[in-house]
Nanobody, 119 residues
Framework: QVQLVESGGGLVQPGGSLRLSCAASGFTFNTYAMTWLRQVPGKGFEWVSELNSEGRKTFYADSVKGRFTVSRDNAKNTVFLQMNNLRSEHTGLYYC????????????WGQGTKVTLAS
């Protein structure tokens, strides 16, 4: 079955960095784009970043452009989110998500990894 397991979150000082990972299994990873989403209390889910199946095309929310870099290692079925110069508004529960084979939705996502900016 499809599994997505995120890791790498934690407590970080403003201006600090974290690297999130998402290990995927149960589907043909290198044929799917992958997406990072963020859940913020009181704001619901926010789309953060996406990259195509080959990792050559990347897309970012305006709030993270220039700070976050998404990448993938198809040999290891893993997608990454390098987060630099973090700010308080980047706090949230970060999920990686697999798009559905048809339609605009996501059919699988992991349990999330929490990113907290120290006050």
């Amino acid at each position: 079955q499809v599994q997505l397991v995120e890791s790498g979150g934690g407590l970080v000082q403003p201006g600090g960095s974290l690297r999130l990972s998402c290990a995927a299994s149960g589907f043909t990873f290198n044929t799917y784009a992958m997406t990072w989403l963020r859940q913020v209390p009181g704001k619901g889910f926010e789309w953060v970043s996406e990259l195509n199946s080959e990792g050559r095309k990347t897309f970012y929310a305006d709030s993270v452009k220039g700070r976050f870099t998404v990448s993938r290692d198809n040999a290891k079925n893993t997608v990454f989110l390098q987060m630099n110069n973090l700010r308080s508004e980047h706090t949230g529960l970060y999920y990686c998500a697999k798009p559905a084979a048809a339609g605009p939705n996501y059919d699988y996502w992991g349990q999330g990894t929490k990113v907290t900016l120290a006050s």
